[in-house]
Structures are given as structure tokens and as C-alpha cells.
């Protein structure tokens, strides 16, 4: 069997998901990226004001999503670096993200790679559709 990973993620945590001799080995990354934070000065009753800070605030804030979900995206690249089949499964367009940016790198240009869309699941839940998928895809290569 060649090497296999599933990846549940979403843009706060990814799960990868690897199957070894029908046990699971499940590892968990967090995102440095968070949705809410923040910004000193600013609360519910007071705002600062001035013609160009609403504007350069929503800059900032982009910036700092695009900064740290790239890093995000940086580390499960490298981490995926070592296997074959990937799945990649998940909640939010966060996997087609990362999908998009697996298949502009070049080390991913020989490799298996799909997306499934599927809800929050607990860890066994996911280990069981990993594995369901990793034998259908198996099948199917026996098949050809």
C-alpha cells in the first residue's frame, strides 16, 4: 500500500489523519490565524476615528489573515511532502485552498490528491472514513 494521509481541516485546526497497519496515528496543527482579535483603542462605546483608519485597519486585518493562513498552508505543505495519496476533507473552503496550492507545487505533480466535503466529525468518525476511502481507492486501482 503506498503512503496515505487523510487531512480534515478547516482554517483554525487540521487534523492529518495516517493509517498504519489498520491503526490510526492522527496528528493536530493549529492555524496562527484567528478569526477575532483585538485592536487596542477600539471598544464598544469608543471607535478612533479619522478619514483613513477604517480603511487602513481592514488592510491590516486582511494582511494578517493572508500572513498567517499562508504559514498555515506552508507547514501542511511540507508536511504532506512525504506521501502519495492525499485526501483532503473538510467543512469550509479551506481544502480547496490548500488543494489549489498543492497542485501549483511541484513536488505534488505525481501524487493522488482529493477533496470530499464533509461536516465536523469526531476523531473516530474520520478514521473510519479514512479508511473506507483508502480501500475504495485500493479497489479501484486493482480494478484497472
Same mark, same amino acid.
Request: charged residues 30%.
Given at each position: ?12 485546526? *487540521? ?8 491503526? *490510526?496515528? #492522527? ?8 478569526? %477575532?482579535? =483585538?485592536?487596542?483603542?477600539? @471598544? ?6 479619522? +478619514? &483613513? ?8 486585518? %486582511?494582511?494578517?489573515?493572508? %500572513? ?10 511540507? =508536511?504532506?511532502?512525504?506521501? &502519495? ?5 473538510? +467543512? ?14 511541484? %513536488? ?5 490528491? @482529493? ?20 480501500? #475504495? ?8
Amino acid at each position: 500500500m503506498k503512503n496515505s494521509i487523510g487531512v480534515w481541516l478547516d482554517h483554525a485546526t *487540521a487534523k492529518l489523519i495516517e493509517i498504519r497497519s489498520d491503526k *490510526a496515528l #492522527i496528528t493536530t496543527i493549529q492555524s496562527p490565524y484567528k478569526k %477575532h482579535i =483585538r485592536i487596542p483603542g477600539l @471598544s464598544i462605546n469608543k471607535e478612533r476615528s479619522g +478619514p &483613513d483608519f477604517y480603511y487602513n485597519l481592514e488592510y491590516k486585518l %486582511h494582511n494578517r489573515k493572508i %500572513h498567517d493562513l499562508s504559514s498555515y498552508y506552508k507547514d501542511l505543505i511540507n =508536511r504532506l511532502k512525504g506521501f &502519495d495519496e492525499i485526501v483532503l476533507f473538510g +467543512p469550509t473552503k479551506a481544502k480547496t485552498e490548500l488543494y489549489n496550492l498543492l497542485i501549483q507545487n511541484k %513536488h505534488f505533480n505525481l501524487k493522488t490528491i @482529493s477533496i470530499e466535503s464533509k461536516d465536523k466529525m469526531s476523531e473516530k468518525q474520520m478514521t473510519t472514513f479514512i479508511k473506507n476511502i483508502f480501500r #475504495i481507492l485500493l479497489r479501484e486501482k486493482l480494478y484497472k
